[in-house]
Structures are given as structure tokens and as C-alpha cells.
């Protein structure tokens, strides 16, 4: 079908005006992409026994979420509580490496008797599999 020509001023001014919308509005969408792609941030939920702590997967930036009657509520803690947590989990740690467990700090493990027998148990059943393997001769009639 060939291509029908404007021939009334009014036919031409729709167009314009037309193609001029369509051009704003898809400058629009252009220009919203990139604050739409920052405004996308990646956050980690670690639960809580009243909520939830949100962080911010980029700059590690802390927020506490509680449950409310209209959702959940989030603010950043307070430093007092960060410091204690930290304290709490650096006690903890040196605990640990107190006493020995592996990593650095600490001696390697030891392998438990339960382990070895159990060990021990897998290679005969191995064993005893593989001499069923080869004792049974697959019929080549």
C-alpha cells in the first residue's frame, strides 16, 4: 500500500505534533533510566527476634526494621547498639580461638574415632561392592 502524503496544514501540524510527543516521550524514558537503575539497590534481611536488620549489600550501611500495626518501620540503629553487638561477636570469636578450634589462632582438628570407623565401614562396603562387580559376567549370548 503506498504511503499516503499530508497534504492539509492541519494534517501536518497533527504529525508534527505527533511525532513530537512520541519523541519527548521516549527522551523521557531515557533520561529516567539511569535514576530508575540507581534507585535499585540490593539489600540483605538478616531477621531479628521484633523484625528484621536490612543491609545495604553496597556501602554496608545498617537499618532496624520493626514490626508495626501499618507494616514495618525502619531506622538506622543506634551506635551504641552496633558497638555492643560488635564487642559481643569479638568476645565471642576470641572464645573461640581460645579454645582452638580451627582457623587462625587455633590448632588444626583432630579426626574423631566415630569418623574413622565410619571411614572404615564405607571402605569394605566399597570393597565388597566392587568384588560383586567383578565376579558377576555380564551374558554375551
Known amino acids: 500500500m503506498p504511503a499516503r502524503t499530508l497534504t492539509s496544514p492541519s494534517e501536518r ?3 508534527t505534533t505527533m511525532m513530537s510527543l512520541v519523541t519527548a ?4 524514558l531515557l533520561a529516567l533510566g539511569p535514576a530508575i537503575a540507581q534507585d535499585r539497590t540490593d539489600y540483605r ?3 531479628t527476634e521484633d523484625g528484621f536488620l536490612e543491609v545495604e ?3 554496608g ?3 532496624e ?3 508495626t500495626v501499618d507494616g514495618y518501620r525502619c531506622a538506622a540503629p543506634s551506635p551504641d547498639k552496633l558497638q555492643s553487638e560488635v564487642e559481643r561477636l569479638t568476645r565471642e570469636n576470641d572464645e573461640l580461638r581460645r ?5 587462625i589462632g587455633g590448632t588444626s582438628p583432630r579426626i574423631p574415632g566415630d569418623v574413622d570407623r565410619a571411614l572404615g565401614v564405607m571402605e ?5 561392592f566392587m568384588n560383586i562387580l567383578r565376579e558377576e559376567r555380564p551374558d554375551r549370548t
Do not use: M, N
Open 13 to 15: 501540524h497533527a504529525s
Open 25 to 28: 516521550f521516549l527522551g523521557g
Open 45 to 47: 534481611r538478616i531477621p
Open 57 to 59: 549489600a553496597a556501602t
Open 61 to 63: 550501611a545498617v537499618r
Open 65 to 67: 526494621c520493626k514490626r
Open 99 to 103: 579454645r582452638g578450634g580451627p582457623g
Open 124 to 128: 569394605r562396603f566399597l570393597r565388597r
